[in-house]
């Protein structure tokens, strides 16, 4: 069993549709970030959490430290919102060392 | 603010050859990662700098990799000799603090071998 799990694995929407990506974790952590991949690219950091709720733009990342589950939401998406979206977590006890999740393919279709 | 540099962007050798990358990090960052992302899987940590020194390199093929952040700043990862499982995307990262304030990612260094 991977300690970050996510899902869906592979997710098709259509554009304007509202999407959630789900990131579970078994280990105690420090933070937890979501990270968006495109293909080909480098990866983009999109949030770093540790407790609660963070938005920017259309983009909502949530965290629940007790259930160790976090999901990212995307807001009246977009055909160019399509990538891959990491979920990644620093345990407690590594510093700032991540442990990632097998991420989740977007696409949004127009 | 300029971001996580990385070069060569792109790079083709055959096996058994040598390679390196270079790392400019976030000017300030004190602490740089080197993350091995084979096709399909998410990154693996090869090495972390906290200034000039190694705080993890547990993960780390010490046998043909090596890697080292002279002056605290700049960064190269070696590999040698090179076998076709290294074919991998090689990020650097770079943080504010030994916490992880600030991840910021290069774009990667595609390595290919054949």
């Known amino acids: 069993k991977n300690e970050v799990e996510q899902s869906p694995q592979n997710l098709t929407a259509q554009e304007g549709e509202f999407i959630t990506i789900n990131c579970s974790y078994s280990v105690g952590i420090s933070a937890l970030h979501w990270l968006q991949q495109h293909p080909g690219g480098g990866i983009v950091s999109l949030f770093m959490?540790?407790?609660g709720k963070k938005k920017h733009g259309r983009l909502i990342a949530t965290i629940n430290i007790q259930e160790k589950h976090s999901s990212l939401h995307i807001t009246a998406s977009h055909p160019r919102d399509s990538a891959v979206y990491i979920c990644?977590?620093?345990?407690?006890?590594?510093?700032?060392?991540?442990?990632f999740g097998e991420g989740t393919q977007l696409t949004v279709n127009p | 603010e300029a971001g996580v540099a990385q070069s060569p962007r792109y790079k083709i050798i055959e096996k058994r050859q040598s390679v390196a990358f270079w790392c400019n990090p976030i000017s300030g960052h004190a602490t740089l990662y080197w993350y091995q992302q084979i096709l399909g899987q998410g990154p693996k940590l090869l090495i972390q700098f906290q200034n000039n020194g190694v705080v993890d390199d547990s993960q780390l093929p010490k046998d043909r990799f090596s890697a080292e952040r002279l002056k605290g700043v700049d960064s190269t990862l070696k590999i040698q000799p090179a076998k076709l499982e290294d074919s991998a995307v090689y990020l650097c990262?770079?943080?504010?603090?030994?916490?992880?304030?600030?991840?910021?990612f290069g774009s990667g260094t595609r390595l290919t071998v054949v």
């Open positions: 990262a770079s943080s504010l603090t030994y916490r992880g304030l600030g991840y910021t």
């Open positions: 990644a977590v620093a345990e407690e006890t590594s510093g700032s060392r991540l442990t």
């Open positions: 959490l540790s407790s």
